[in-house]
């Protein structure tokens, strides 16, 4: 199935794994969790070493369809608008210039345009997401102290 994305004209591949590939594709979402293991690809007789970013694409890929989920992947650009960086947080679009005018993104200019990039968001995304792990642990560990809460906090560290 092919889609767009919003305000972008690049195709997306969405990916289910077939009843026949299963086993197949469990088999080898073991083999690629195999710390240490390099992955090697076999093509017309030349075998050429994985890259590392390649590997990790693929362990993901392959762990989702091991578990059932549909796949696709999204081509990002390297600066994105701030339209688009609000879609990837899943904030508003003026939320997001807040955050830009407060410092808490890099961003840079071009002509009277913002753009952020890619990997100034995404360490704003962990840090983001860190903190929240944090404070609900927090949270968690108070409200077990007080007797309201049963389940163990160290699972939310996962």
């Avoid at 059932?68 to 210039?97: D, H």
């Amino acid at each position: 199935m092919k889609t767009i994305i919003s305000g972008q004209n690049l195709p997306v591949e969405s990916v289910m794994a077939q009843e026949n590939e299963t086993s197949s594709i469990k088999h080898l979402e073991k083999i690629l969790q195999l710390e240490g293991s390099l992955a090697k690809l076999v093509g017309n007789g030349e075998e050429i070493t994985i890259p590392e970013s390649v590997y990790q694409v693929l362990r993901q890929a392959v762990h989702a369809m091991a578990s059932g989920k549909v796949i696709s992947i999204v081509i990002q650009e390297r600066e994105l608008t701030t339209q688009q960086a609000a879609e990837m947080l899943n904030v508003s679009r003026p939320y997001l210039i807040k955050l830009l005018e407060q410092g808490e993104i890099p961003y840079i200019r071009v002509g009277t345009h913002r753009r952020v990039r890619f990997e100034d968001l995404m360490k704003y995304k962990q840090q983001r997401d860190n903190k929240r792990r944090k404070g609900l642990k927090e949270l968690t560990e108070f409200l077990q102290d007080e007797g309201f809460y049963d389940e163990d906090s160290s699972k939310l560290d996962q």
